[in-house]
């Protein structure tokens, strides 16, 4: 029989162990057609945050392989998110070390030695996003160029794979742009593919996508032409299947306000959406980090896709007259690729947290589990499954987000009382939350809170109109829509609507800052986690990626229109602050520096306000250590208790 004990004070088998300690991040997947075999990228916090590429043998008798030694990590900080730290083909496996961001190469995935350096030491230097020649000579990948703080320049470079005695320096073969990604070598290595965009864009907003002629021996590009782009963005460029579509080169474009899949037939020129009718719905999503996966090809051609429809995660199949078949739904996808007709997902659901899969192509079932994030068992009656909700929001529109009831088999609480809120912030602000369960969330509903996760106004997967709610407006959009979210959840008698609490990290602690500053009469308190308090000073420090972002987010240049950067900054108006505040900052982030942090707090604690204070020593933006996974969720947790008083 469930014992009678407030809301907030259950007691709960999920831990911050279950998802600190015992559990890795699934990152990336990749595949070596040639060698046929699967490759992921995982980070394990247990061992300091490091990245682990895994090599995935074939047969009865799989095993996985730790392809790169243990004293090296397999990371990028190219744009400062990185992303896409390894590449692999015919058994080779070349991989960018988070140390010193040199390019190694590891002859035999399956069986490693020694990395061997393919790039010389340098203090500015980051590699990422290579693409291996299928000539096994070289790569082509991305150089990031840290020559001082101010002057970064960005290219795309010819990497010898033949290194013997000391790396040569690169070979410069693209340049002229602020930002390039996705170089991508056609099968018969005769042509390169590649997105460039310049500032003030990113790369969801206005990209293109380029093709070229390669020439192996002067390891340049020729004939250089742009396929799509322009007033619109690009993403995941990928060339079909030797064996049935050597010639076209797929792609996603926002083009009709969703990420649809289009194919460029390189000989003629020659341009087609692939879906005989666009959907409201995304195949891509905007490219934070590098080497993103979300759609492949089965041998026949027919090309395999995740996307999103109405909210709702699905897997399809697309056939070469532009006709859909639905293959699964409710799956919700971070990565796709195929090996022939073999599947394999990095996927999870609302009952499941991130997996590697192996699907069958012909229904959609799950084959085989290759890896878990998590290797805790959780039984099923402690798990709070998200429910979509709509609600209405300011110039009578509608925002969307996901509930979280409270639920614990052990436990209900007395009759008449309600439950506090946690209202969760994303980052970004394009980013979104999607409905795979996640055990750092379970530990709050399993302990007696409500969770909304909440996809405001300028959230990705709604289509590039609703991105767009918060050009000019940030700040202003997030803030009321997470609001409208907490206090549609209280006027429904879901929620205490005194013990609403918000919480979020990078542009999601920008969220939680503005709205204890700018609606001090919704939250009882909020946690910011690397979060921006002076848009100001963001927009003249931060780093190269991002240096012109808050330019569309809102409505022009600090230069220009300075008073609405000191309009839009909570450290303007701590004043208004009435609610206690906890603020968790990494001492070496780059994205968000530490002063963020420490003018608020020393405003708040000026002005007699509440304010917490725990700064990460060796975390950068965000945490990849487990202890500090743990310190962040239980400081949080013990504080929202002392604040609401649940005793």
């Not at 400062?80 to 590891?106: K, M, N, S």
């Not at 076209?248 to 969703?258: C, I, M, P, Q, R």
């Not at 970004?428 to 909440?454: F, H, I, N």
């Not at 609507?497 to 990078?506: A, D, E, M």
């Amino acid at each position: 029989m469930a014992q009678e004990r407030r809301f907030g004070l259950w007691d709960s088998p999920i831990t911050t162990d279950s998802f600190a300690t015992a559990a890795v991040g699934l990152q990336e997947l990749l595949v070596d057609r040639e060698k046929g075999t699967l490759v992921h990228i995982e980070l394990r916090p247990a061992e300091m945050g490091r990245n682990v590429i895994i090599a995935h043998t074939k047969g009865s008798t799989s095993k996985l392989v730790e392809v790169n030694p243990k004293d090296t990590s397999a990371r990028s900080r190219v744009h400062e998110y990185g992303g896409a730290p390894a590449a692999v083909l015919a058994g080779q496996c070349v991989f960018t070390d988070a140390v010193d961001q040199r390019l190694f190469l590891i002859k035999n995935a399956l069986s490693p030695t020694k990395p061997i350096p393919l790039t010389p030491e340098s203090s500015t230097k980051r590699y990422a996003d290579a693409s291996i020649h299928p000539s096994l000579s070289h790569l082509v990948c991305v150089q990031e160029n840290h020559l001082s703080e101010h002057e970064i320049i960005n290219t795309l470079v010819s990497v010898s794979l033949n290194s013997e005695g000391a790396p040569g320096d690169p070979i410069e073969v693209v340049s002229g742009h602020d930002f390039y990604s996705a170089p991508r070598f056609s099968a018969d290595g005769r042509h390169l593919a590649w997105i460039q965009w310049d500032l003030p864009n990113m790369p969801w907003t206005k990209s293109n996508l380029m093709v070229a002629e390669w020439d192996s021996v002067s390891k340049s590009p020729r004939n250089i032409r742009i396929i799509a782009g322009s007033d619109f963005s690009v993403s995941q460029p990928r060339w079909g299947l030797p064996s049935s579509d050597p010639s076209g080169l797929y792609f996603a474009s926002d083009e009709t306000n969703f990420y649809n899949l289009y194919r460029h037939d390189v000989p003629s020129g020659a341009t087609r959406p692939l879906l005989a009718e666009p959907i409201s719905g995304d195949f891509s999503g905007p490219d934070w980090v590098l080497g993103a996966s979300t759609y492949d090809f089965l041998q026949d051609g027919r090309v395999i896709a995740a996307h999103s429809e109405g909210g709702v995660a699905k897997i399809s199949i697309i056939d070469s007259a532009g006709g859909t078949s639905l293959l699964r739904e409710g799956l919700s996808v971070r990565a796709l690729r195929t090996i022939d007709d073999h599947v394999f997902v990095i996927a999870g659901s609302p009952t499941s947290s991130l997996q590697i899969l192996s699907l069958s192509s012909s229904n959609g079932s799950v084959l085989s589990v290759l890896r878990e994030s998590a290797s805790v068992d959780v039984d099923e009656s402690f798990i709070s499954v998200a429910e979509p909700i709509e609600f209405p929001t300011e110039e009578e529109k509608t925002a969307y987000a996901y509930l979280y009831r409270p639920k614990n088999p052990n436990y209900q609480a007395p009759v008449g009382t309600l439950p506090p809120l946690l209202v969760q912030c994303h980052g970004g602000p394009t980013s979104a939350y999607d409905t795979v369960l996640k055990l750092s969330l379970q530990y709050w509903t399993s302990r007696g809170w409500a969770v909304c996760t909440v996809n405001y106004g300028g959230s990705s997967g709604y289509g590039r109109e609703y991105r767009e709610r918060l050009d000019g407006k940030w700040g202003i959009v997030d803030v009321a829509d997470v609001c409208n979210a907490a206090l549609h959840l209280a006027r429904q008698g879901i929620v205490n609507p005194g013990q609403l609490c918000v919480s979020g990290g990078s542009a999601g602690g920008y969220t939680v800052l503005a709205a204890c500053a700018f609606r001090p009469d919704v939250f009882a308190a909020g946690t910011s986690s690397y979060g921006i308090c002076d848009l100001v000073s963001l927009a003249q420090l931060t780093h190269k990626f991002e240096s012109r972002y808050i330019d569309g987010l809102l409505g022009g240049n600090v230069k220009d229109i300075e008073e609405i950067y000191k309009a839009r900054s909570p450290i303007h108006h701590v004043a208004n602050v009435q609610s206690p505040m906890l603020i968790l900052q990494g001492s070496e982030d780059r994205v968000v520096p530490p002063n963020q942090a420490e003018v608020m707090v020393d405003a708040v604690r000026a002005k007699g306000g509440v304010v917490e204070y725990v700064i990460f020593e060796g975390e950068g933006h965000g945490w990849r250590k487990s202890e500090n996974i743990k310190t962040a969720c239980e400081t949080e947790m013990s504080f929202y208790l002392k604040t609401l008083n649940i005793l």
